[in-house]
C-alpha cells in the first residue's frame, strides 16, 4: 500500500505564495510520475502539473507562468511552488503518484487532499 500525505495548504491572499508537499510512504519498488490535481466547488479534478522520475515536466497552460513543481526522488517527494495566487486557484488540491509495488503489480494512488483558499 502507497500512502502519499499532502501539506502546505492554507488560507493567503491574492499574490501571495504557498508551496505544497507531498510525501509517499509504504512498501513499493518505484514511483513513476507523481503529480498535482486540483477541484474547486463544483467543477471537475483537473490536472495542475505532473513530473517523471527522470524530470520531465507537464503543466496545465493557465498555470505554467505561475506554478512550479519539482521532485526529490531520495525523499519520495513532490513540491509545488504556487506565487502570483489569484481567488480562482483556491481548490483542494491532491497529490497523485504511480508506480509499482513489484515488478508487475502497478498502483496509482491519491492523497486526502490540502485545502487551498486564496482570498481578495
Known amino acids: 500500500q502507497v500512502q502519499l500525505v499532502e501539506s502546505g495548504g492554507g488560507l493567503v491572499q491574492a499574490g501571495g505564495s504557498l508551496r505544497l508537499s507531498c510525501a509517499a510512504s509504504?512498501?513499493?519498488?518505484?514511483?513513476?510520475?507523481m503529480g498535482w490535481y486540483r477541484q474547486a466547488p463544483g467543477k471537475q479534478r483537473e490536472l495542475v502539473a505532473s513530473?517523471?522520475?527522470?524530470?520531465?515536466?507537464n503543466y496545465a497552460d493557465s498555470l505554467k507562468d505561475r506554478f512550479t513543481i519539482s521532485r526529490d526522488n531520495a525523499k519520495k517527494t513532490v513540491y509545488l511552488q504556487m506565487n502570483s495566487l489569484k481567488p480562482e486557484d483556491t481548490a483542494v488540491y491532491y497529490c497523485?503518484?504511480?508506480?509499482?509495488?513489484?515488478?508487475?503489480?502497478?498502483?496509482?494512488?491519491w492523497g486526502q487532499g490540502t485545502q487551498v483558499t486564496v482570498s481578495s
Open positions: 513530473i517523471t522520475s527522470g524530470g520531465s515536466t
Open positions: 509504504g512498501s513499493f519498488v518505484s514511483i513513476n510520475a
Open positions: 497523485n503518484a504511480d508506480g509499482y509495488y513489484s515488478g508487475i503489480d502497478y498502483f496509482d494512488s
